[in-house]
Each structure stands twice: as structure tokens, then as C-alpha cells.
């Protein structure tokens, strides 16, 4: 049985709380966040045991402690819970972002302590907060772990065992790979559905286009409902592999809009059929 403390008690780390309290792995969660309103939702569904006033004061006794706050908030949540650490606690983080991650730990403890080891569940939704944290996020999807060159074996394997122990499928890879896959398959689609839906609110006739709306709509734009500071957060820590894709699509666009302006209608089709064809042979393997 392991005492878990949370740090940023939104709907990742809350629903990791709650999933690893109906597997049974833990005898006792602790929780900060710097919202407090957080904290008191957390105690008050019994996502929690403990609400601190402090990062390092939840982590104390922790077996494990999990940083669960936006990407860029980072450093400032490890510098905050450091001195709750002991040698043997296993730090944790669960960013949608690795190398930024790796290199903010390292920059607040000098280098990489053995026993952090850098996670990120491919589960989530567009909604915040603890209230929106449910014990059965995790079950059937991916983790990633970025394992690095000092690892704690045994803290790697405590990981992968409270992962699984979720429903969650362990993968491992290097950081740099996660971080070039991410912002093909969810940095990119965000920065494109805030970007749509943020054009068609300053067109003149707005006010017609979103009561008229159809599940199409709802489909694409589902995501541009996720936290701004999150995916502002993303964007920025995975900058240039966003920003690459971005002038890829950019450029894709553009074809497209010179083959609708010259009416080259069948170059067209043969674009949106080789997408179909795509999506459908890979859907089988889309979570
Ligand atoms: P969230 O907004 O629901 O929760 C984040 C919490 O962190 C908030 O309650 C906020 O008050 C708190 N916080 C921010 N800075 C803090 C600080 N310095 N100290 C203490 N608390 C702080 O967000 P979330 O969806 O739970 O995301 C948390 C992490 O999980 C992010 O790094 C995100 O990239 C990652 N992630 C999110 C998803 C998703 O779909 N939401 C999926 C996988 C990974």
C-alpha cells in the first residue's frame, strides 16, 4: 500500500487518486493545490485524505509523490514540494510535454534524481478540475514513460505497477520521440480547433453560425473547450515541434485553397480520399 501525495489537484492527478484508491494501492492520499477551492471539492467527495497548506508538508511520508499542474508550472511545483522529499520518495510527473519536463527537474535539483520518473497518460477530456476526475480515466489506454540515462529501476518499476494496476498499457520512449509524436496526434489538433473556432467568432455573422451547428462541429471542435493555460502551457514547452507541423499545415492549406481557386477539382478529391484511406486503416489502433 502506498501513501500518494498529489500536487495540482485537477482532473489528472484527482483522477489518479481516485483510481489508484479503487485498485486498492493506497492507505492514505494527500493533496496541494494552489487553488484551494480544489482541495475542498477533493476532501469533500473523498477524491482526498489530506489537504495541505503546502507542497513539500502534503509530500511528507509520501511513498509517492505526483506532480499533476500545468507543464510550465513545472519547476516551480518540484522547487515547492523538495524539501518534503526523503531518499527513498519516488517523484512523478504526468505532462503532456517530457523534454521541457526533464530539463525544468533537472534545473531544480541539479540534476536527474534517480527516483523522478516522467509519465504522461494518453487519457484525459476537455474538462478541469478535480470535480471532473474520474476513477476509470486511465483504464484502456497508454502511458507513456520517459525513462532517463539514471533511472532508479526499482522507481520505474513501482510506476509501471501503479499505471497497470489503473487499466492503463505501459510503453516506454525517449522524450525527444514523445514530444515530436504529441504534437502531431494533440498539440497540433488544439492550436488548429481554438484556431477555427476563434476565426468563425469574429466573422460578421457569428451570431447565426453556433446555433446552427451540427455533431460535425461538435466532433472538430470538442478539444477548444480544454484549459487555455494547459494548452498555452503545451504549445509553448514543445514550441518547435508545434511550430514545425504548424507551417507543414499551413502549407497543406494553401495547396488545398490554390486547388479550389484553379478548380482542380479531382486533385481535390484525391486529397480527401487518401486522408479518408489513412484514417480508416489506422482507426483500429486510435484509443
Ligand atoms: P487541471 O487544470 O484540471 O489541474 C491542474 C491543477 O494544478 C489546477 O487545479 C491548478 O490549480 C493546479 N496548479 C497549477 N499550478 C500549480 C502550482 N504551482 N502548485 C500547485 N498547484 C498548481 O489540469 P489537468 O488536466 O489535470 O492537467 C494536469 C497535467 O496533466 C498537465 O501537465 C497536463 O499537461 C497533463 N495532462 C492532461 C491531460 C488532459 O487531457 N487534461 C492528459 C494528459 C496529461
Known amino acids: 500500500m502506498t501513501r500518494l501525495a498529489v ?37 469533500e467527495l473523498g477524491v482526498i485524505d489530506r489537504f495541505a497548506g503546502d507542497a513539500a508538508s502534503s ?4 511513498d ?31 505532462g503532456s510535454t ?33 470535480a471532473a476526475s474520474r476513477s ?14 539514471g533511472q532508479d529501476p526499482g522507481a520505474l518499476a ?11 498499457r505501459v510503453v516506454e520512449m525517449d522524450a525527444a520521440c ?31 453560425i453556433f446555433p446552427n451547428a451540427g455533431g460535425g462541429f461538435r466532433d472538430f471542435t470538442r478539444i477548444a473547450s480544454s484549459s487555455p493555460e494547459m494548452w498555452h502551457d503545451i504549445v509553448r514547452a514543445n514550441r518547435v515541434e508545434v511550430t514545425g507541423l504548424l507551417e507543414r499545415q499551413i502549407g497543406e492549406l494553401q495547396e488545398l485553397l490554390a486547388l479550389m481557386k484553379d478548380e482542380r477539382w479531382p486533385e481535390l478529391l484525391m486529397r480527401f480520399e487518401r486522408a479518408r484511406a489513412a484514417r480508416e486503416r489506422h482507426l483500429s489502433q486510435i484509443e
Open 178 to 208: 514523445h514530444d515530436a509524436i504529441f504534437a502531431a496526434t494533440s498539440h497540433l489538433p488544439h492550436v488548429l480547433a481554438y484556431a477555427f473556432v476563434d476565426m468563425l467568432t469574429r466573422l460578421p455573422n457569428a451570431a447565426d
Open 136 to 149: 476509470e480515466l486511465f483504464r484502456g489506454h497508454r502511458v507513456v514513460l520517459t525513462p532517463h540515462a
Open 59 to 62: 509530500a511528507r511520508d509520501a
Open 7 to 43: 500536487i495540482g489537484l485537477g482532473l489528472i492527478g484527482g483522477s489518479l487518486a481516485r483510481a489508484l484508491r479503487a485498485a486498492g494501492r493506497v492507505s492514505h492520499i494527500a493533496a496541494y493545490d494552489r487553488d484551494p477551492e480544489q482541495g475542498r471539492r477533493g476532501l
Open 98 to 130: 517530457k523534454v521541457s519536463v526533464l530539463g525544468d527537474i533537472t534545473r531544480v535539483f541539479g540534476d536527474l534524481p534517480a527516483r523522478f520518473v516522467a509519465a504522461h497518460p494518453i487519457a484525459g477530456t476537455e474538462k478541469s478540475g478535480v
Open 158 to 168: 513501482t510506476v509501471r505497477s501503479l499505471w497497470e494496476s489503473v487499466g492503463a
Open 64 to 94: 509517492v509523490v505526483v506532480l499533476a499542474v500545468p507543464v510550465l508550472h513545472t519547476a516551480e511545483a518540484a522547487e515547492a514540494v523538495r524539501a518534503g522529499l526523503s531518499d527513498r520518495t519516488i517523484l512523478m510527473d504526468v
